[in-house]
């Protein structure tokens, strides 16, 4: 089975402009987070998708947003580029279903390294 | 502050040593806690998870365990190898699915 794939690996962008970054499941996975990794914060939830309905929102600016496809493969959009928002952005994703089992485990993905300039 | 706290940050040991990693935390509802390890460049990959009524778990030469009491767990590596040089990461499970992560401990293991 594949692996979480994200496209793409590496990206070079300015202030103001904005980002679209794309992430695909495992098949037969129907939830998508995403992580924001940086060297002075760590791992930070962003947001997670299921069945492609938004289901958990970290405390992130209205600036980052993102979706689910009916085939579960989600995007995350950042507009209006910072330099603060360099970092590598993971998407994993699980089994879970809601009002199911808390204890399933996330597969993550390459991630995908952001620079801002 | 963190609601997950990782001691210490960073560590080096030789190849064929144990070690130890601590992980507290303050976050409530507790579902479960996972420990994740994380080679550079690569996503994180998980190792455990350990619901509230777990007190340890083992995958391989690591080795989790679970104090709910104390809000502690710890992560034992036995017997290094090259490839324990990574990342690793503590994150705590709330009941609403949100995850708390902790900042990591950084293991350099030298021949």
């Known amino acids: 089975k594949a692996g979480v794939t994200q496209t793409p690996r590496y990206l070079i962008k300015t202030r103001g402009q904005q980002v679209t970054l794309s992430c695909s499941p495992i098949?037969?996975?129907?939830?998508v987070s995403w992580y924001q990794q940086t060297p002075g914060q760590g791992l930070q939830f962003l947001f997670e998708?299921?069945?492609?309905?938004?289901?958990n929102k970290g405390n992130f600016p209205g600036r980052f947003s993102g979706r689910q496809f009916s085939n579960s493969r989600s995007e995350m959009n950042v507009s209006t580029l910072e330099l603060g928002d360099s970092a590598l952005y993971l998407c994993?994703?699980?089994?879970?279903?809601?009002?199911?089992?808390?204890?399933?485990?996330?597969?993550f993905g390459p991630g995908t390294r952001l620079t801002v300039l | 502050k963190n609601q997950v706290e990782q001691s210490p940050q960073s560590l080096i040991i030789l190849e064929g040593k144990n070690c130890t990693l601590q992980?507290?935390?303050?976050?409530?509802?507790?579902?479960?806690l996972r420990w994740y390890k994380q080679d550079t460049g690569r996503g994180p990959v998980s190792l455990t998870i350990?619901?509230?009524?777990?007190n340890t778990k083992s995958n391989g030469r690591y080795t989790a365990t679970l104090d709910a009491d104390t809000k502690q767990s710890s992560l034992h590596i036995t017997a290094s190898q090259l490839s324990d040089s990574a990342s690793y990461i503590c994150?705590?499970?709330?009941?609403?699915?949100?995850?708390?992560f902790g900042a990591g401990t950084t293991v350099t293991v030298r021949a």
């Open positions: 994150v705590v499970s709330l009941n609403d699915y949100k995850l708390s």
């Open positions: 994993a994703s699980s089994l879970r279903s809601y009002g199911g089992d808390l204890t399933d485990t996330q597969y």
């Open positions: 098949s037969g996975h129907r939830s």
């Open positions: 350990m619901t509230f009524s777990e």
């Open positions: 992980c507290n935390y303050t976050v409530s509802p507790f579902s479960n």
């Open positions: 998708y299921f069945s492609e309905t938004q289901r």
